[in-house]
């Protein structure tokens, strides 16, 4: 009977020491998982900040007189060679 | 049980039970002998304690501090660091070309190529090839310096003494998703197990109106320095314009803890310790004025360059100020040539002028405030008749006081609008030497304008003008003379702007460039000074600002009748009334850069709206150097009486928010209003671990 309580508690001891080292590779992958997801958030908050500067810049007023004067121009030639 | 197994099984569990008791006599020799430290190699203690554990298990990241950003008065982003990456890699080369040297180069030169293609992953780049190759081209370079490509064998196995493994910066200022994800693949991966990539904060100083704030916002320049550890460090610095204020400057860097695995890659990372938040410094300037500004000026001195050949300005300056606070609302600058902006000075507080007749309004309110003027007396401004010869020629003085055109018996308020030299002559004859000196004291003429700004220009009157040496008679028949009609002194638009603030509100006003500083989310207002005394009494300057109202009318003898009549025929507004304003044309000579000398013609006008309840200054100077037919109400009025018409359009209007706010550290943050973005967590700074400070560069 000893012998069955001992081999019982020795499995008990394997199980709980795999179990801890399982758990604590779930651990590991999860931070690891965190981690990139944290770095893709920002990896997108420094596309987010390029997308934001360029479209104020589209929009500014001097660049839309800039777009503005160039189909201007552009539709001053197409006439010009129609009329060629 | 036989006797042998019980002694077997006795030395077994007997063994086990030492190891619990060599344990705890380990455990009594660190803790108690050994007085609860160790000493590291270099003979420091180590606290045995579970805090150190926690310590050496973690490691830890700065996070550098982005510079702090500039607003307008509304809240637009003026200047603002933008987060970007510093991707530098550290490549190990594989056993397989180490041992076959013919194999390297050609591995190098793939690798080159994904790393360059990868910095045009993003197919909405422009000029992809073009940038391709250049990438390529500095890779490459970077590669055979980071390797000693050159010192090392065509052929054979790879010399023990040469160095394996390269460090090299791929790219600064990488901000595109497609880029990072193309760069990330390369980290370990299955073909490049040797290299790893290594993400740095950076950050990309923006200027979203960049044409329209050079001189004022300013710019940084970055300068590497020594460290004394002996690295070299990049530091980003404010050279002019608001972005020299100290307080831009990146405050303490934030930390962020994480842990490595056995590769030190990084997999878990804490939260960012003392988030660093760069600071929000509120300007005075008001981004659509400026807009207007710069437009209004930039249109007035390239005219010439269409209809005038050659003659055109050689500079120009426009400020716009808020009377009741002295906020500097707009100032623009405009310089001949084609110089790079940031090398051309900011003509409204950097270029010196003479004054001119703007200063006669100065002088009168001055001359009536202290009593030496009788604002009905009545002189006699015709240089042929007695007054002139008994009071101004009798003088000795070299050079003729004369009119542009004849003037004959002027009161104060007519020698205003007729601009007249004599008559302002002879109010300021009326004038003791040290009253001169006050009147230089309290408009503020020749002192900073104490706005911090570097490389002001400070002029003032002629460094012998109140020289003891010089007798009283010498004093009046040229110095006295010349500062009435803004003659023998120099200043900037800006000192003109703050003496007329002055004027109007009391000696003690100056202007305002910043009206608050966000740290740490907390805003701190900087007041407008309130203790502006002594001020001018109010009929003082009622008399000089019906004086110049009427300056900005269609009467015949009206220096300002040209703008009231372009301004009528452009937009059909009668300024008589609206605007007031004083002209000034003055010729000078000015010393060149290169040490000659040219004679200029500065163009100037000072103007307020309402004229009846001044709220808004501008003063406007173009100097030319053609000296004939440059006039101060033809070509300097235009662009200030538009400015200011633009100004009261806008002020009818709401103020043009922009709720979409772009702040440092390349958050994009939509401010609706009542929603504090700055709570704390929600500073967003943090990023890859496994990273330096980027601006630290080896």
């Not at chain 2, 298990?57 to 702090?68: L, V």
């Not at chain 2, 300007?283 to 807009?291: G, I, K, M, V």
């Not at chain 2, 109010?538 to 300056?551: C, G, H």
Request: hydrophobic share 40%; aromatic share 8%.
């Amino acid at each position: 009977m000893k012998w069955l309580i001992a081999g019982l508690l020795f499995a008990l001891a394997v199980g709980l020491a795999v179990g801890t080292a399982g758990i604590r590779a779930e651990n590991v992958v999860a931070r690891r998982t965190v981690e990139q997801q944290y770095r893709a958030i920002h990896d997108r908050k420094k596309e987010l900040g390029r997308l934001w500067f360029q479209r104020l810049q589209a929009v500014s007023p001097e660049r839309l007189a800039e777009m503005h004067n160039h189909w201007l121009q552009k539709e001053s030639q197409r006439r010009q060679g129609r009329v060629q | 049980m036989k006797s042998g197994e019980l002694l077997r099984i006795r030395v077994a569990f007997g063994s086990l039970g030492l190891v619990p008791v060599f344990l705890a006599g380990w455990l009594g020799w660190l803790q108690v002998v050994q007085a609860g430290t160790i000493d590291r190699r270099d003979g420091t203690p180590v606290p045995l304690s579970a805090a150190t554990a926690d310590r050496q298990g973690w490691r830890t990241e700065t996070i550098p501090a982005p510079r702090g950003t500039i607003v307008d008065r509304n809240g637009a982003t003026l200047a603002s660091d933008r987060a970007t990456y510093e991707v530098r890699t550290r490549v190990g080369a594989p056993r397989k070309v180490r041992n076959d040297l013919t194999l390297f180069r050609p591995w190098v030169a793939r690798l080159v190529n994904r790393l360059a293609l990868a910095l045009v992953a993003d197919s909405d780049m422009e000029g992809r090839d073009v940038l391709y190759e250049r990438h390529k081209k500095r890779l490459a370079s970077a590669a055979n310096r980071a390797w000693r490509i050159d010192e090392l064998p065509a052929s054979g196995a790879w010399p023990k003494s040469h160095r394996r493994t390269a460090d090299f910066l791929v790219a600064v200022g990488v901000d595109r998703l497609a880029v990072i994800h193309a760069l990330r693949a390369y980290d370990m991966s299955a073909e490049y197990p040797t290299l790893s990539m290594q993400f740095m904060h950076g950050f990309r100083r923006e200027y979203p109106y960049r044409d329209l704030t050079h001189g004022i916002v300013g710019h940084v320049n970055s300068f590497k320095t020594d460290l004394p550890s002996g690295g070299v460090k990049l530091e980003t610095i404010g050279v002019v314009g608001l972005e020299s204020f100290a307080v831009l400057e990146p405050q303490d860097s934030g930390r962020r803890r994480y842990l490595a695995d056995g590769l030190s890659r990084p997999y878990f990372a804490a939260l960012v310790e003392d988030a660093p938040e760069g600071a929000v410094l509120h300007s005075t300037l008001d981004l659509e004025l400026q807009r207007a500004a710069v437009r209004e000026l930039t249109a007035k001195c390239e005219e010439g360059l269409h209809n005038r050949k050659g003659k055109y300005a050689k500079w120009g300056a426009l400020t716009l100020v808020e009377i009741a606070t002295g906020d500097v609302l707009a100032a623009a600058s405009w310089h001949r040539g084609n110089a790079p902006a940031q090398a051309r000075p900011f003509a409204p507080y950097q270029n010196l002028f003479e004054p001119g007749s703007i200063v006669k309004p100065l002088v009168l309110g001055y001359a009536l405030e202290v009593g030496a003027l009788d604002w009905a007396q009545e002189y006699d401004c015709n240089p042929n008749h007695s007054t002139y010869r008994d009071v101004i020629r009798s003088l000795g003085r070299r050079k003729a006081v004369r009119d542009d055109h004849d003037c004959g018996l002027l009161t104060p308020h007519g020698i205003i609008v007729n601009s007249s030299n004599i008559g302002a002559a002879l109010v300021g004859l009326q004038l003791t030497r040290p009253q001169w000196q006050d009147y230089m004291l309290g408009y503020g003429i020749g002192q900073s304008l104490g706005l911090n700004l570097p490389g002001e220009s400070r002029g003032g009157n002629h460094h012998r003008s109140f020289a003891e040496e010089i007798k009283i008679r010498s004093f009046r028949a040229n110095s006295a003379i010349s500062f009435s009609f803004g003659y023998e002194m120099t200043a900037t638009v800006m000192q003109v702007a703050r003496a007329y603030v002055r004027m109007f509100r009391g000696l003690g006003a100056e202007l305002r460039l910043v009206k608050g500083l966000e740290l740490d989310g907390q805003m701190h207002d900087v007041p407008a000074k309130q203790d502006v005394s002594p001020s001018y009494r109010p009929e003082v300057i009622n008399a000089i600002r019906r004086a110049m109202s009427d300056v900005v009318s269609n009467d015949s003898h009206a220096t300002g009748r040209f703008v009231h009549q372009q301004i009528m025929k452009e937009s059909g507004v009668d300024l008589h009334g609206l605007v007031g304003g004083k002209t000034g044309t003055a010729v000078s000579p000015v010393r060149l850069l290169d040490g000659s000398r040219a004679t200029m013609r500065n163009a100037s006008f000072v103007g307020f709206l309402p004229a009846d309840n001044p709220r808004w200054l501008a003063v406007c100077v173009l100097q030319s150097d053609v000296v004939s037919r440059f006039y101060g109400g033809r070509y300097a009025a235009p662009p200030a009486v538009k400015l200011l018409l633009q100004c009261q359009k806008q002020m009818e209007r709401q103020p043009m928010h922009q709720a979409s706010q772009f702040r440092s550290g390349g958050q994009t943050r939509h401010a609706p209003s009542g929603v504090d973005l700055r709570l704390p967590g929600s500073s967003g700074w943090s990023a890859s671990v496994g990273a330096g400070v980027s601006r630290d560069t080896r």
